[in-house]
């Protein structure tokens, strides 16, 4: 099915990618220019503590808070950490959460460098290929490719989901330049003091065309000249026939607003998704795990067993898609609607992990146990949406930040300005939002009037709640 990549790069303080389907969106990324994401960062730290009852280090990477570095994320998972690592030495280390509240960045002692179609496992004894290429005949082909390039270079590789239509030169060509990134890094390991920054993730417009660009992306989008000379530059580097599918924004009205698609970004925040027969699934975030309750609509009681089932199977497909979206991580408990129908149950757990199996972060479902309850395992990528309020989706998200919610006010408002008609524009906010809106741009509000060729009013709203806003017909 064909597939649509949205490259929004208009703001400075944060640049986003969307995949779309059929004008559904489908995965999404975010960076903010302050406060990037450390995850794919390699470093050589060193090891400030050593927690032996748990088996853990706390490594500086001197990025502030100490990393927490777990045996059992050690290539061969020794059974005491002290076994790994004594205190005041080195570690080559991978973050692979960032740092959530007091806690530190998670990391992994075992390394893995991603290129457009192979990973190269430094330190594992072998690789595989990607659970996302479904198609027999195309695992049987790239597995006998990668055992050759294994068994003649003598590092474990993993086949990425773009290289199902690839021949061994364009995986030779990948892994030649993966294997030069990894001599980079041993080099500088054996030469930079600890802490340091041994490799750094490419931006977010390297990403997206490194992780979400297959055969079934038909055409890619960006919404600035400089966006588009960095698309180019990329694609140039890792497949130059991508450049036929490049396409630059040219609409008055902002990228992500003209495909319909800051509206559904928007619920991404929301509490409660509604499913098409009437129920709904509630997210509810803890320290420890992400809860989700799976609610059935009105339904009598003669006909509660099917409807239940095809609550649960929304549901499930809801749940993959929205863990996916929110980039929802660690354990994540999922509440069903209990099944009197043993094969119903079997036919739920089934359609789940059909759904999680779509999901490019690692994923560890459980199975379908009394009551309802699914308990699943994700490894987060670092990518989410940035928690903001959100008037419209009837959630206010985790945290509510003025300055998040000052850049979805200023698109909203871009996005009206560009439309056509004489009426003015007001837009009522609570006054930290205002602030934060004000410290944003510089002259805001005169550059849109004069965009916009009508009058524009942001007023203070002290009534409204914190991260509150409404944009009106001025």
């Not at 303080?13 to 059929?22: I, P, S, W």
Request: with cysteine.
């Amino acid at each position: 099915m064909a597939r649509l990549l949205l490259i929004n790069a208009s703001e400075p303080e944060e640049t986003r990618a969307a995949l779309v389907e059929e004008g559904r969106l489908e995965e999404y990324r975010s960076e903010r220019a302050a406060g990037g994401s450390l995850v794919g960062n390699i470093y050589k730290g060193r090891v400030r503590n050593l927690e032996r009852g748990i088996g853990a280090a706390f490594v500086d990477l001197g990025v502030g808070r100490n990393g927490f570095l777990h045996a059992s994320a050690c290539p061969g998972a020794p059974a005491r950490i002290d076994e790994r690592f004594a205190v005041g030495g080195d570690a080559i280390v991978q973050v692979t959460r960032d740092p959530i509240g007091a806690k530190g960045p998670m990391l992994t002692g075992d390394l893995s460098l991603p290129g457009r179609f192979l990973v190269l496992l430094p330190f594992a004894k072998g690789g595989g290929v990607s659970r996302r290429i479904g198609a027999q005949d195309d695992r049987t082909k790239l597995r006998e490719l990668v055992k050759d390039l294994e068994r003649r270079t003598g590092v474990a590789l993993i086949v990425r989901t773009a290289a199902a239509d690839q021949g061994a030169r364009e995986l030779l060509r990948d892994l030649r330049q993966l294997r030069r990134v990894w001599a980079s890094i041993e080099e500088r390991a054996a030469a930079a003091p600890a802490p340091a920054l041994l490799y750094e993730e490419g931006d977010l417009v390297a990403r997206a065309f490194r992780d979400l660009v297959d055969r079934d992306v038909k055409e890619i989008v960006v919404d600035t000249p400089e966006a588009l000379l960095r698309a180019r530059g990329v694609m140039a580097a890792i497949q130059p026939t991508l450049v036929e599918r490049l396409r630059f924004h040219k609409g008055p009205e902002p990228l992500f607003h003209a495909f319909g698609i800051e509206e559904q970004v928007d619920r991404l925040h929301a509490r409660r998704v509604c499913l098409p027969g009437g129920g709904s699934v509630v997210f509810d975030r803890t320290e420890a795990l992400v809860a989700v309750d799976v609610n059935s609509g009105r339904t009598r009681e003669e006909e509660f067993e099917e409807t239940a089932l095809k609550t649960n199977l929304e549901a499930a497909e809801a749940i993959a898609r929205e863990v996916r979206l929110r980039d929802l991580g660690g354990v994540i408990v999922v509440d069903f609607i209990d099944l009197g129908d043993a094969a119903h149950g079997k036919t739920l757990e089934r359609a789940f992990k059909d759904a999680l199996a779509r999901d490019r972060a690692r994923v560890r479902p459980g199975r379908l146990g009394d009551f309802g309850i699914f308990p699943l395992t994700r490894q987060r990528r670092g990518a989410g949406p940035p928690p903001r309020s959100c008037p419209q989706c009837g959630g206010t998200g985790e945290l509510v930040r003025p300055e998040e919610v000052a850049l979805r006010v200023y698109r909203e408002l871009r996005a009206r300005a560009a439309r056509r008609g004489r009426t003015g524009i007001r837009a009522r906010v609570n006054p930290e939002v205002l602030d934060a809106l004000l410290r944003l741009r510089q002259g805001l509000i005169e550059a849109l009037r004069e965009e916009a060729r009508r009058d524009v009013k942001v007023e203070p709203d002290p009534a409204l709640p914190a991260g509150g806003w409404a944009i009106e017909a001025g």
